[in-house]
């Protein structure tokens, strides 16, 4: 790969600005085949790396493929930089050429960095530290993995992860529940002070960059991305903002139904109703019938991927946790990979990966490698709505009250985590940039008190917050790796309510529509994509039926509890 790329870049190396349409669209055309090439090595080795993490080989390979990644961008690099290096008279007559019409919005979106590139020495001084970068988010990535500590999960004393202490919150013993969270606090106390450094490190870097480059605004790189406009995103989290007594509505019922006067915190996510077991088979049958209900060829994907032995669902030592899609390549079905536990919930992560699975195979039927590829905020959409699909199924056809209760709950709980809890902490980000920027460091009093005066605008008195809680903070790694990621899970969230209500109204209309949607990959902006579904960004109609379906949702699931207690 590296001989090729560097072979390219030989021929290749200044005759971007010379390039005509046709000369231009070759050249984009071999970058494509390279990346996709790139994508199915790297690919390889990360999920030999996720699937046998004790293999010294694997470990090994994995170290090479990342290595030999970055050395392979450096060397591709120059295409990026020459485009942007052209001015913008030139780069428009390209724009407008047939020849590049697959790669038009893809370029155009590039080119809203070139205000804030250096010059190119500037820019490889600058690529040079990022090794000493990723060493700030390393040690906060280590002092969180590393943590471990003795608790009685009920089996006896065992050495707990955060991640397994926090999952004790969806247990159904309370005692458990106060004692995980307990135990997680006094834990975060003995590495507050390297996180709040970790973070203060990595907040001032980022702005000192940013005044370097003339960038105005400190969620302007995020929302590029995103190719959100700041106004859009200020007034959906002001939409979310006004909606907070929603959820605060939701936790007064639940605490009756606990029989509290209030929740506490570790309440927050406690059981309701009952789980059931769904074996692996039951499971694929039902997010094979959600999407085939959809579309056909819906259907027909997941069952492709299925038959290729493309999914690996089996938890096993030595196995990544959590679940993810990877769309490798044009000629290449994705994979995914989920750790399937007979739950219920576990059939929504399925259908969730699948809704991605689906929108990468029917976007790179259509579009280039380079013009498939949603920013963050759209790619979470499509999978979004694939799991609300296959929930609102799972509610219908749920023949035991208690088993619908504790759906309907876990659904409504899930749109709070994701849509008001995402928002929280994107303002809790915006007040540490803010305070940053000011010249105030990041110490962990400093943090914890912004990070209980933010939870505490949502929560307000409907959820009691422990004082352990003011270290909440310390393991999101979000904060670490993208700044103002968050607020792109309340988005696919809000945009996907709102697609849900628009496919209920009118199905035969909204079918064709959303496959096209699917099928432009990021051709074009969200905007441009969302519009023909009857989803504008621009107006707060958009807003209001998102939160008009939330509230269906709540509303279901207190009437979930009602029929539960009634019985
Ligand atoms: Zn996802």
Redesign the pocket.
Known sequence: MLARARDFAERRRGTVGAAGPQELRELLDELDQLAQDASRVHFYATAREHTEAMDPETNDLATLARDRAADLESVLLFVELEWLALDDAQADVLLQAAELEPYAHRLQVAREEKPYVLPEGEEQALNARRPALSAWESLHGRELATLTVEFDGGDGPEPHTIDRLLSYVHHPDRELRLAALDVLYGVLEGVADVQAACYDAIVGDRLAVDRLRGIPDVMWPTNQRNELDGDVVEAMMVAIEEHYPLGRRWFVRKAQVLGLDRLLLADQYAPVGSDRRVEWTEAVGMVDDSLSAFDARLGEIFRSCLGRGHVDAEPRPGKVGGA??NTVSKTVLPYVLLNYTDQLRDVVTLA??F??AVHGVLALERQTYRSYHTGLAL??VP??FAQLLAVERLIDREEDPATRAMLLADRAEGAMASIFRQTMMARFEQRAYGARGEGKGLTRDRLAEMWIEENGRYYADSIELPDGYRLGWTYIPHFIHVRFYTYAYAFAHLIAFSLAAHYREDPERFVPAYLEFLGSGASRSPQDLLLPLGVDLRSPQTWADAFAEFERCVAEAEAGVDELQAG
């Open positions: 993810y899609c969730h990966e809704g991605h790619a979470e999978s979004t």
